[in-house]
């Protein structure tokens, strides 16, 4: 089964989520949106397509696995979890990763308010004031407590694991650690100055990073040209102005 990612096609964004844990999977799948227009992808199929579905997702990313239509990032994890052993299959263990994930989500969605304070349908250079409030607090508040959360979390499941340890639940890999993952590179590319002075006190989550980095699938993803490079189009953003010594 191949299973239809449809995301925007020319940012990592939120599809980079579901990307990661496709790759890690060695999962079959079609970047749809990133296909030929002539052969049904592009961005107008992406949004033409989205009505028609029964279930119809708000917004991409979505991912289609047959009769399924899934939305919503976390929801689609959850589901790709499941189906390819990147999560826990107690419920404890799945509620506590769907957990991890959501987090990741608010996270997410702080860092784009940061340069969309106002509004999403205003460009960044009509809003920059609002911006630059809005990101002096994400700086020197929010992406300590987020990421000060994850190094918590690590440092409580490492004792657990034993030697093989070192991911978010202990001895497994997850789909959260390969968002952590994503989470540490957007940030540095974003804020690369918060993050130099953040990163000393995050070595278990910046040891995750690395060690998602190395593995063979991902990091023969990273090489490929179906990694998308980060850009001011997309969520994690660099405007210098929002991230000052
Ligand atoms: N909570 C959703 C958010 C989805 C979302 O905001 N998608 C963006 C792209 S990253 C979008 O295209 N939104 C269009 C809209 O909200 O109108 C998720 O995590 O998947």
Same mark, same amino acid.
Do not use: K, P, Q, S
């Given at each position: 089964m191949t299973y239809q990612l449809h995301y925007w096609p020319t940012i990592q964004g939120r599809g980079e989520f579901v990307r990661l844990a496709l790759e890690e999977a060695g999962a079959a799948y079609v970047d749809?949106?990133? /296909?030929d227009e002539a052969d049904g992808g592009g961005e107008q199929a992406l949004m033409a397509d989205m009505p028609e579905h029964d279930r119809p997702p708000f917004a991409p990313p979505y991912l289609v696995d047959g009769d399924l239509v899934i939305g919503q990032t976390a929801n689609i994890l959850l589901h790709l979890g499941l189906r390819h052993a990147l999560a826990p299959r107690d419920e404890g263990g799945r509620l506590w990763v769907n957990q991890l994930q959501l987090t990741i989500a608010d996270l997410v969605a702080e860092t784009h308010d940061v340069h969309h304070p106002v509004g999403? /349908?205003? #460009? #960044?250079e009509d809003q920059k004031q609002e911006a630059a409030r809005r990101a002096e607090e994400f700086r020197t508040r929010r992406m300590k407590k987020y990421l000060g959360w994850f190094e918590t979390v690590l440092a409580r499941a490492q004792p657990k694991a034993g030697n093989g340890g070192g991911w978010l639940t202990g001895e497994t890999l997850t789909y959260a650690d390969l968002s952590l993952f994503q989470v540490v590179e957007g940030l540095r590319y974003a804020f690369p100055r918060a993050m130099a002075r953040l990163e000393p006190g995050l070595g278990r989550v910046i040891a995750v990073r690395d060690a998602v980095a190395q593995r063979p699938n991902i990091a023969a993803y990273l090489a490929s040209d179906r990694r998308i490079p980060f850009s001011?189009? /997309?969520?994690f953003r660099h405007y210098p102005e929002l991230d000052p010594e």
């Open positions: 749809v949106a990133r /296909g999403m /349908g205003l #460009y #960044y001011t189009e /997309g969520i």
